[in-house]
């Protein structure tokens, strides 16, 4: 039987990943309404009508730093850094601390699975490790 810290893990990446589903579902309305400006804007850049040369004032400044780092590179530097067998859990922990990212633990686990299929990473009993270079091959 779960303990009670692991039924609440569960609760709090079963939260995470229907936060996320429902922002994406709010976010849907307002996508089809943005293409459609887009070919429209397109259509008048086409047809001569745009002022040439002129950025809009309301544009986005260009972003600029580092690109982000992806969840799965983050993850194997906390694997290959620790050299242990490490629990989705802990992996979660270290990426909260080490980067200050919020990982939902099934995204976790979904990258942990795409890495084992990749040859990256292999599930030891109840944890993960980084597979060598001459351990994939």
Same mark, same amino acid.
């Given at each position: 039987? *779960?303990?009670?810290?692991? %039924? ?21 309305? %307002? ?11 397109? @259509?008048?850049? &086409?047809?001569? $009508? ?7 004032? %309301?544009? @986005?400044? @260009? ?6 780092? *992806?969840? &799965? ?7 290959? &850094? ?12 270290? $990426? ?13 686990? $979904? ?8 040859? &990256?990473?292999?599930?030891?009993? @109840?944890?993960?490790? *980084?597979?060598?270079?001459?351990? *994939?091959?």
């Amino acid at each position: 039987m *779960a303990n009670t810290y692991e %039924f609440l893990l569960r609760r709090k990446a079963d939260l995470e990943v229907r936060m996320i589903e429902a922002q994406r579902r709010a976010q849907e309305p %307002f996508e089809g309404e943005l293409k459609a400006i887009g070919v429209a804007l397109g @259509a008048l850049e &086409r047809a001569g $009508l745009a002022a040439p040369g002129e950025p809009a004032t %309301f544009a @986005a400044p @260009a972003r600029r730093g580092r690109k982000p780092r *992806a969840a &799965r590179d983050m993850i194997l530097m906390v694997l290959g &850094r620790e050299g242990a067998v490490m629990t989705v859990p802990e992996i979660v922990r270290q $990426l909260e601390r080490r980067w200050n990212r919020a990982l939902p633990l099934a995204a976790v686990l $979904l990258e942990l699975q795409g890495l084992e299929t990749d040859h &990256r990473a292999r599930r030891d009993g @109840a944890g993960w490790t *980084a597979l060598d270079e001459e351990e *994939a091959a």
